[in-house]
């Protein structure tokens, strides 16, 4: 698939309720041996509809990645309320995949390639967990390295297997953290333009978190900015370009520099 092979067809649907409601979500983190405590994100509020791409965009250190954990169950937050699809978070959730930055750590090095995908399958009888482990591999294009480890592949491939994973088990949600940050800038583009490809493609709703503004704004229907932590939303922009996005084109676009300009200026503010 190349990142302009798909005409976009996935819109917002804003018509129904939000797909993920936060509501005056705030986490604290105790502080160690008597130190003081870090309030890591502090009352944020915001909503996701159904079909769309929102990105989370915020310095270094902001609480980015405290956030998708309280997001997607794996974090309890110290008050504020998460709901996806209209029930509340608590604990790991079906329907929702997450993709973390660093593969080398989601990935079991002792298993197979096509093992670590089946391995977020396993409720399914093993005809069918084969079957949706391979279609995954085929949409990220490595469906002939099944039966390689992940140590003989590089890091985007590694990272493809990674989200092989998380979208083989046909998520309404899929969450990234920073999923490009470990990989080369040419790799970083190409896994960039694969992911709006397969989210055109199955439909399920993206939220993505990053530091990198220009990702930030090639990948988002909107992007959400956050502050310096303890992380607040300082403004949400809708993103209006065209999709199918080029990486050239759009990026070279007086309106793409508009964004960056606009979203450059309120982190330096905050
Ligand atoms: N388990 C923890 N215990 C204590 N403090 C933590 C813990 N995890 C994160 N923090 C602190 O919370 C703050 C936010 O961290 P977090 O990793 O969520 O930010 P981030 O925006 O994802 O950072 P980066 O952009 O560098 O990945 C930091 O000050 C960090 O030191």
Not at 200 to 222: C, N, S
Request: hydrophobic share 40%; aromatic share 6%; glycine share 8%.
């Amino acid at each position: 698939m190349t990142e302009s092979s798909l005409a976009s067809t996935a819109t917002p649907d804003r018509d129904v309720p939000p797909l993920l409601s936060v509501s005056g979500v705030r986490k604290t983190y105790a502080g160690t041996g008597g130190g003081a405590s870090t309030v890591a994100i502090d009352d944020l509020t915001f909503t996701v509809d159904k079909g769309e791409f929102v990105v989370i965009v915020g310095p270094s250190g902001c609480g980015k990645t405290t956030l998708l954990r309280c997001l997607s169950g794996l974090l309890a937050p110290t008050s504020g309320t998460v709901e996806f699809d209209g029930r509340t978070v608590a604990g790991v959730q079906a329907g929702l995949g997450v993709v973390f930055q660093e593969y080398t750590r989601s990935l079991m090095p002792w298993l197979s390639v096509r093992a670590n995908v089946e391995l977020g399958l396993h409720r399914l009888p093993k005809a069918e967990r084969r079957e949706q482990a391979e279609r995954s591999l085929r949409h990220v294009g490595l469906v002939e390295f099944g039966d390689r480890y992940p140590w003989q592949l590089s890091g985007g491939m590694q990272q493809r297997v990674a989200i092989a994973r998380a979208i083989s088990a046909d998520p309404r949600l899929l969450m990234m953290d920073e999923p490009f940050a470990s990989v080369d800038a040419q790799t970083r583009t190409s896994l960039e333009s694969m992911v709006l490809d397969l989210w055109v493609e199955a439909g399920w709703t993206g939220l993505l978190v990053t530091h990198d503004i220009d990702e930030a704004i090639f990948m988002a229907d909107r992007v959400l900015v956050l502050s310096q932590r303890p992380s607040r939303v300082i403004e949400a922009i809708d993103i209006v370009l065209d999709r199918p996005r080029d990486q050239l084109e759009t990026r070279a676009s007086p309106e793409f520099q508009e964004y960056r300009r606009r979203i450059t200026a309120l982190i330096g503010q905050h």
